[in-house]
């Protein structure tokens, strides 16, 4: 990378360690169990509104994996999500009614509390509908991959975003709270994935799956990102630029070998499609708070409640980690 170049980010990360340091100046403290943090805490971080049926299987989840310490963003919800997580003993939150996409679409308040409370822990970045797995997750938790991670000197860990779904229409495939969302959304595009090398910041760019094979047939390109970087060991100075999918410093972005090689990665069980995501596309669509016009939930909007189907003769149906390995959708590496 020549030295103009290198420049450009140092001026970029600092531009927007300054942009998150005054948008979070919209977050108020709602809950603040931050005194109770631990030097060796793993620490979740997110971003919710109107999340509530979702909350009680997502804490669980990440609970069990491994997760010390909850720190949400509540974006004005009014279906009792903020009250629901206020009674958590492990949580903190935050508050805003300020816009979302002028935010960043979130980033630029994760930023903030990342800076705040994240220095010197690993922590964990996902959305509530997202579950980490990785190498030998079925029978080791967070800390001992973070305790390899620092003993490889390895500061990142990349995931592809799996987008699971049923046999069923998104419409019929119903969500009860509590219950493991994967138990509904049981298969997944075992191929169908085209990745490319993001020249600035170094990482893949992965699009493909059932939501460009579906909603965004016409126009491919266009598809959502499933690339992601959601456990990283936060210091002062680090940002994410777009989402999860690439930080800066720019090093952080290397989680895979040139064409998703022998670098230990994990999946992300996307579980986005169940009946509950049509009163949510709606209410996003009206709101056009997300990224590009909120194109991804206008493209939901016209399928679902059609009888669309995400399942196809090709699909395969999840029986684990181990599983993905095979298919090379992500990587033990030499994580043994």
Not at 70 to 90: C, H, K, M, W
Not at 113 to 124: E, F, N
Not at 313 to 335: A, D, F, H, I
Request: aromatic share 14%.
């Amino acid at each position: 990378m020549g030295v103009f170049r290198s420049y450009q980010l140092r001026m970029e990360r600092r531009r927007r360690r300054l942009r998150a340091f005054r948008k979070g100046r919209e977050l108020r403290p709602h809950t603040d169990r931050t005194a109770k943090i631990k030097p060796r805490d793993i620490i979740l971080f997110t971003v919710v509104r109107n999340e509530k049926p979702r909350l009680s299987y997502f804490l669980k989840y990440y609970r069990k994996l491994g997760v010390s310490k909850f720190i949400f963003v509540d974006n004005d919800s009014d279906d009792g999500t903020r009250e629901y997580l206020e009674a958590q003993p492990d949580t903190s939150i935050w508050v805003t009614d300020a816009s979302y996409k002028r935010a960043h679409f979130g980033v630029d308040w994760l930023n903030d509390l990342l800076r705040r409370y994240g220095s010197g822990h690993w922590v964990v970045v996902v959305d509530v509908d997202e579950f980490f797995v990785f190498p030998h997750s079925d029978t080791r938790n967070l800390r001992a991959l973070t305790d390899w991670l620092d003993a490889s000197s390895v500061k990142s860990f990349g995931a592809m975003l799996l987008d699971m779904y049923s046999q069923r229409p998104v419409e019929k495939t119903p969500y009860r709270s509590g219950t493991d969302p994967i138990n509904k959304l049981e298969y997944f595009d075992p191929g169908n994935y085209t990745m490319k090398r993001n020249k600035k910041y170094g990482n893949l760019w992965v699009q493909g799956g059932p939501r460009q094979r579906i909603f965004f047939e016409d126009m491919p390109e266009k598809a959502p990102a499933l690339n992601k970087i959601p456990l990283v060991k936060w210091q002062k100075g680090y940002v994410y630029v777009s989402s999860t999918h690439n930080l800066l410093p720019r090093g952080l972005n290397l989680v895979y070998d040139e064409w998703g090689g022998e670098k230990a990665s994990g999946c992300l069980l996307h579980a986005k499609f169940l009946d509950i995501l049509r009163n949510k596309a709606l209410e996003e669509l009206d709101r056009k708070q997300h990224y590009a016009a909120s194109r991804e939930y206008e493209a939901y909007s016209k399928k679902i409640g059609t009888g669309t189907r995400l399942w196809s003769e090709t699909s395969v149906k999840y029986e684990g980690w181990r599983q993905l390995e095979e298919l090379g959708l992500m990587s033990s590496g030499n994580w043994i």
